[in-house]
């Protein structure tokens, strides 16, 4: 037996570590496959497990496996390092699996003082719980060894104190060096009594971690949003770093940040290996640890999530929990977001049945908060409804985009359309449009399809240009354009009499003016009636007198007709139509041939062509005005 002083080392031959000693060997260990040619006395003098193992067998040459060593031989080789007297190094990356396979070789005091696992334990609490770098390196090499970590309680104290670090506010107490001590900072060092320390001030924003504790796997940042939530660390910020881990191993989700950008920002200044992480176990993981929470980029990033969950085929109770959670601020999200592509074998370009389930949801939601808002007279001025509001110019604008999607059938159109209530749409010119895109696009819908879909447009809810589209619409079936045209009508009617009503008021002695309300509104109800209104009044007035200009017309020139017929037989041969013509003071053209036309005729046009071709020119205008697209 070579005596531990004596060892200069180990060197490695084949699938065989050897100790460079002058006796040979007498117990060999074998983890995962490597053979470790050893001496039994330095180990039984440290490690209880091997003392008992070599109590229980008489064999000179022992031959012994160790199942599920913590570490594999990298670690044993260490181990043994101890053992011999040699020199080891402990680190942040290596504490982990030394403490573990301490503990697995039982390695205590009882064995020998100040042993593997006392000074292990000793490294861990004084240096690796105190310095945020060293705890993110330890929780990331603790992924092989992690059910032994666990027991020790090893993954819990790491967890704890990077949360402490997290909530400790660095403006209350000093800039540690131990913790950043090997930092660069961009614009300056900060200085320690005096001593230029080279470290950079943390980020005064709240994501100045967000990068470090990305590189740790999925259930350790799972656990580690845990415990920081029960450390009080605010919800929005936890919302961040769980939306900085997905997007990091999400690429997909690089699309939706909604605009915000910015550096990454990291406090370890050391080389980190990215985890490996399935996907489909952290898009689960990350619905559960988010909070409920509204907000555009949260909606946004909400969408995106489902988009490669539906990619990824995770499952259904993950899916559906993604829909209820958009629809419940449906309202804050954006067309674009919303347009998912259809990636099972559906023929249609979206998937319209996922926007259906989220329209659901939003409905239910919209009803508990409506269940619980005190009543209004007006439900579609109220607080309450600008949400629906919102919503439905969103579903509007998706329906014109999905609309031209060739295997979109009829009745998913309809589903959509209808199921929003009525008063979430104040105008149905968006509605209106949508449908004439998906006319445009199926135009080998029957008319009876045509019309189904029409029944979900309010007439009488359409602005005037959409009306005056509408009615020259040849893609709507002829009773579609009937009832637009009736219903443009009774609102030009009542929009002119309330105009009258209140010019007839304003025209009116002074008084107190009242306007009745329900008047007042079908005035104001539509933009730029009253202008046309007044117009059409100006026009109407004007009209009335060129009539009564044309029939005085009309009058003096049958007179002159019939003055002449009469002054034509008493005087034919004595005197001619055109002296006659002057004794009445009428000046006629003078007509050289027969080809020339009738005085009466070449002079210009007559007076009522002169006001039919006027009605023309008004109507002509009148309809240029109202065109919509």
């Given at each position: 037996?070579?005596?531990?002083?004596?060892?200069?080392?180990?060197?490695?031959?084949?699938?065989?570590?050897?100790?460079?000693?002058?006796?040979?060997?007498?117990?060999?260990?074998?983890?995962?496959?490597?053979?470790?040619?050893?001496?039994?006395?330095?180990?039984?003098?440290?490690?209880?497990?091997?003392?008992?193992?070599?109590?229980?067998?008489?064999?000179?040459?022992?031959?012994?496996?160790?199942?599920?060593?913590?570490?594999?031989?990298?670690?044993?080789?260490?181990?043994?390092?101890?053992?011999?007297?040699?020199?080891?190094?402990?680190?942040?990356?290596?504490?982990?699996?030394?403490?573990?396979?301490?503990?697995?070789?039982?390695?205590?005091?009882?064995?020998?003082?100040?042993?593997?696992?006392?000074?292990?334990?000793?490294?861990?609490?004084?240096?690796?719980?105190?310095?945020?770098?060293?705890?993110?390196?330890?929780?990331?090499?603790?992924?092989?060894?992690?059910?032994?970590?666990?027991?020790?309680?090893?993954?819990?104290?790491?967890?704890?104190?990077?949360?402490?670090?997290?909530?400790?506010?660095?403006?209350?107490?000093?800039?540690?060096?131990?913790?950043?001590?090997?930092?660069?900072?961009?614009?300056?060092?900060?200085?320690?009594?005096?001593?230029?320390?080279?470290?950079?001030?943390?980020?005064?924003?709240?994501?100045?971690?967000?990068?470090?504790?990305?590189?740790?796997?999925?259930?350790?940042?799972?656990?580690?949003?845990?415990?920081?939530?029960?450390?009080?660390?605010?919800?929005?910020?936890?919302?961040?770093?769980?939306?900085?881990?997905?997007?990091?191993?999400?690429?997909?989700?690089?699309?939706?940040?909604?605009?915000?950008?910015?550096?990454?920002?990291?406090?370890?200044?050391?080389?980190?290996?990215?985890?490996?992480?399935?996907?489909?176990?952290?898009?689960?993981?990350?619905?559960?640890?988010?909070?409920?929470?509204?907000?555009?980029?949260?909606?946004?990033?909400?969408?995106?999530?489902?988009?490669?969950?539906?990619?990824?085929?995770?499952?259904?109770?993950?899916?559906?929990?993604?829909?209820?959670?958009?629809?419940?601020?449906?309202?804050?999200?954006?067309?674009?977001?919303?347009?998912?592509?259809?990636?099972?074998?559906?023929?249609?370009?979206?998937?319209?049945?996922?926007?259906?389930?989220?329209?659901?949801?939003?409905?239910?939601?919209?009803?508990?908060?409506?269940?619980?808002?005190?009543?209004?007279?007006?439900?579609?001025?109220?607080?309450?409804?600008?949400?629906?509001?919102?919503?439905?110019?969103?579903?509007?604008?998706?329906?014109?985009?999905?609309?031209?999607?060739?295997?979109?059938?009829?009745?998913?159109i309809r589903f959509l359309a209808e199921a929003l209530p009525e008063s979430s749409r104040p105008l149905h010119d968006g509605l209106y449009r949508a449908l004439d895109i998906y006319?445009?696009?199926?135009?080998?819908?029957?008319?009876?399809?045509?019309?189904?879909?029409?029944?979900?447009?309010?007439?009488?809810?359409?602005?005037?240009?959409?009306?005056?589209?509408?009615?020259?619409?040849?893609?709507?079936?002829?009773?579609?354009?009937?009832?637009?045209?009736?219903?443009?009508?009774?609102?030009?009617?009542?929009?002119?009499?309330?105009?009258?009503?209140?010019?007839?008021?304003?025209?009116?002695?002074a008084g107190p003016m009242t306007v009745p309300s329900e008047m007042a509104g079908q005035i104001v109800q539509r933009d730029g009636w009253i202008t046309v209104v007044r117009e059409?009044?100006?026009?109407?007035?004007?009209?009335?007198?060129?009539?009564?200009?044309?029939?005085?017309?009309?009058?003096?020139?049958?007179?002159?007709?019939?003055?002449?017929?009469?002054?034509?037989?008493?005087?034919?041969?004595?005197?001619?139509?055109?002296?006659?013509?002057?004794?009445?003071?009428?000046?006629?053209?003078?007509?050289?041939?027969?080809?020339?036309?009738?005085?009466?005729?070449?002079?210009?046009?007559?007076?009522?062509?002169?006001?039919?071709?006027?009605?023309?020119?008004?109507?002509?205008?009148?309809?240029?005005?109202?065109?919509?697209?």
């Open positions: 037996m070579a005596p531990a002083g004596k060892v200069t080392g180990f060197h490695r031959e084949g699938n065989g570590w050897f100790c460079n000693a002058g006796l040979p060997s007498d117990i060999t260990v074998v983890v995962d496959g490597i053979k470790f040619h050893l001496h039994k006395f330095p180990l039984v003098s440290k490690c209880g497990k091997i003392a008992r193992i070599c109590e229980e067998s008489s064999e000179k040459a022992l031959l012994t496996v160790l199942e599920e060593f913590p570490g594999g031989p990298d670690t044993f080789l260490i181990a043994v390092k101890f053992c011999y007297g040699l020199r080891m190094e402990l680190t942040p990356r290596n504490i982990v699996m030394v403490y573990c396979a301490a503990d697995y070789l039982q390695m205590m005091d009882e064995y020998g003082e100040d042993n593997l696992l006392s000074k292990s334990e000793n490294f861990f609490h004084k240096n690796v719980l105190h310095n945020w770098k060293d705890c993110i390196l330890a929780l990331q090499s603790s992924d092989p060894v992690i059910a032994r970590a666990e027991k020790l309680q090893i993954i819990r104290k790491c967890l704890s104190a990077l949360s402490m670090m997290v909530c400790t506010d660095p403006s209350l107490f000093g800039w540690p060096m131990m913790m950043y001590g090997s930092l660069q900072s961009p614009g300056g060092s900060i200085l320690w009594n005096g001593i230029n320390t080279g470290a950079r001030i943390r980020s005064a924003e709240s994501d100045w971690w967000f990068e470090d504790i990305s590189y740790l796997s999925v259930g350790l940042f799972e656990r580690l949003i845990n415990t920081m939530e029960t450390r009080g660390i605010r919800p929005e910020i936890l919302v961040g770093a769980i939306m900085y881990y997905g997007r990091k191993y999400l690429p997909g989700l690089g699309r939706w940040k909604s605009g915000q950008s910015g550096k990454t920002r990291t406090v370890a200044s050391f080389s980190l290996t990215p985890a490996v992480v399935d996907q489909k176990v952290l898009i689960e993981t990350i619905e559960k640890l988010l909070p409920e929470k509204k907000g555009k980029s949260f909606c946004c990033f909400l969408l995106g999530l489902l988009r490669v969950a539906l990619i990824l085929g995770v499952s259904q109770m993950c899916k559906d929990s993604l829909e209820r959670r958009i629809g419940m601020q449906l309202e804050v999200a954006t067309l674009d977001s919303l347009l998912i592509p259809a990636y099972s074998d559906s023929d249609t370009l979206y998937d319209v049945d996922c926007v259906e389930r989220i329209i659901h949801h939003f409905m239910s939601s919209e009803s508990r908060t409506t269940s619980f808002s005190p009543p209004s007279l007006d439900p579609e001025t109220s607080p309450a409804s600008e949400p629906l509001r919102k919503v439905a110019k969103l579903i509007d604008n998706y329906i014109a985009e999905v609309a031209s999607d060739v295997n979109l059938k009829p009745r998913k006319f445009k696009a199926h135009p080998w819908l029957s008319e009876k399809e045509k019309e189904e879909l029409c029944n979900t447009i309010d007439y009488q809810k359409l602005s005037i240009d959409a009306c005056a589209h509408a009615s020259q619409n040849a893609r709507l079936p002829l009773r579609v354009v009937l009832q637009v045209l009736f219903f443009e009508q009774m609102q030009l009617r009542t929009a002119l009499a309330g105009c009258l009503n209140v010019l007839d008021t304003e025209s009116a002695p059409n009044q100006v026009l109407k007035g004007d009209m009335e007198s060129m009539r009564s200009r044309v029939g005085e017309l009309e009058e003096e020139f049958n007179k002159i007709k019939q003055e002449m017929k009469k002054v034509t037989k008493s005087h034919s041969s004595l005197s001619s139509p055109r002296l006659v013509a002057r004794k009445i003071g009428c000046k006629l053209i003078p007509r050289s041939t027969d080809a020339q036309p009738d005085p009466v005729d070449s002079a210009g046009p007559t007076p009522r062509a002169s006001v039919e071709q006027a009605r023309r020119s008004h109507h002509s205008r009148h309809r240029k005005s109202f065109s919509l697209f």
